[in-house]
């Protein structure tokens, strides 16, 4: 007997989907970021990817908390929710449980998911819910003027940390994974045409998928990211991760990265000392290797990784709820809510 999730998605997928462009998924609304700020890439990306989802704009939900990235759902042309801080992951769980038949994305920033939060955050992804988390982290707090944020650096002088951060920094992609989450990725905003893969293979995910963003906020912490995003730095500090290829990095593809025991160094591929062979190969479906490569971020010696850390299957909450339902249903039968009410020691007010 098929569960109601599969019957749900069987009705849908009867019903063609109109051919979108990315114009369809822009609303009337004005964009009101700070001119330059990296949202607007992401949102211009995001209205890219949708159309080659294959998903009708009438199934799409953007769900937002507080902050800059929580001005998103106005710019899509799809349902949204501005809903309140830290609680989207809340709001989003809700909407996935009740109607599973949903695409549904939440997006958030690395104070709004990281801070008040976070603890919604962590359990969202441990469930297993199918909605896909965009997290924005430009390090600080841009809305309410330029705060230090969860994933601040230590030492960051801000307007809260006048004498700078003594706080370490939370590393998003590895409290991910330590909370069990099923597809982890990081990207950038100035990297359009990878920031428009990962949103696919996220969309792709059946579960919690979450993507950390380097998003740069050009008025309170002008260039956090650059060195990973500008054309002169780039290439010689990040590795971009793919699935069964080695991990080969520099202007010139001359480097690599290597396991020492389970330390990753930088090796040189010019001096006939190592070749490609001796370079680790990535694994999305490892566990343990995408640990090893999101402790990466906070290193100096080494380049930090942007792709999928990992992207593994385990069953969605919303579908493991829908099969209890359809078992009690079968064991007990529909239930009554008039005869629930109207059962036991009842009495009735005058």
């Known amino acids: 007997m098929s569960t109601l999730v599969e019957e749900i998605k069987k009705e849908a997928a009867a019903v063609?989907?109109?051919?979108?462009?990315?114009?369809?998924?822009?609303?009337?609304?004005?964009?009101?970021?700070?001119?330059?700020?990296?949202?607007?890439?992401?949102?211009?990306?995001?209205?890219?990817?949708?159309?080659?989802?294959g998903i009708p704009k009438h199934n799409m939900v953007f769900i937002s908390g507080i902050g800059c990235s929580s001005r998103f759902p106005y710019y899509m042309e799809t349902y949204g929710f501005h809903s309140i801080h830290g609680r989207a992951t809340a709001v989003a769980s809700g909407l996935k449980l009740a109607r599973p038949d949903l695409s549904v994305w939440v997006v958030t920033g690395d104070g709004d998911g990281m801070s008040i939060g976070g603890n919604h955050f962590i359990h969202l992804l441990r469930r297993n819910i199918d909605v896909k988390v965009m997290l924005f982290n430009n390090q600080i707090y841009g809305l309410t003027k330029g705060q230090y944020s969860p994933t601040s650096e230590i030492g960051k002088v801000t307007k809260s940390t006048p004498y700078g951060s003594i706080d370490y920094p939370f590393n998003p992609a590895s409290l991910a994974l330590g909370a069990s989450a099923t597809f982890v990725a990081r990207t950038m905003d100035r990297d359009p045409k990878h920031l428009q893969s990962i949103l696919k293979k996220a969309a792709e995910h059946k579960g919690t998928s979450f993507i950390e963003i380097y998003q740069n906020c050009n008025v309170f912490n002008d260039g956090a990211f650059f060195q990973f995003t500008e054309k002169e730095t780039k290439d010689d500090n990040v590795v971009f991760l793919?699935?069964?290829?080695?991990?080969?990095?520099?202007?010139?593809?001359?480097?690599?990265?290597?396991?020492?025991?389970?330390?990753?160094?930088?090796?040189?591929?010019?001096?006939?000392?190592?070749?490609?062979?001796?370079?680790?190969?990535?694994?999305e479906k490892d566990s343990y290797l995408s640990f090893i490569l999101a402790d990466m971020t906070f290193h100096t010696n080494v380049p930090r990784p942007f792709?999928?850390?990992?992207?593994?299957?385990?069953?969605?909450?919303?579908?493991?709820?829908?099969?209890?339902?359809?078992?009690?249903?079968?064991k007990r039968g529909e239930g009554d809510m008039n005869k629930l009410l109207n059962s036991g020691e009842t009495w009735v007010i005058g």
Request: glycine residues 8%; neutral net charge.
């Open 16 to 53: 063609a989907t109109p051919k979108y462009t990315a114009k369809d998924f822009q609303s009337n609304q004005d964009v009101r970021w700070c001119p330059g700020c990296g949202d607007y890439s992401i949102l211009a990306q995001t209205q890219r990817v949708m159309p080659d989802l």
């Open 242 to 283: 793919e699935h069964g290829k080695p991990l080969v990095f520099g202007k010139e593809r001359d480097k690599g990265i290597r396991l020492n025991g389970f330390t990753p160094e930088v090796v040189l591929l010019k001096d006939g000392k190592y070749s490609v062979n001796d370079l680790l190969v990535h694994n």
């Open 307 to 330: 792709g999928v850390f990992l992207a593994v299957e385990r069953p969605a909450y919303e579908v493991e709820m829908m099969r209890q339902i359809n078992f009690a249903k079968e």
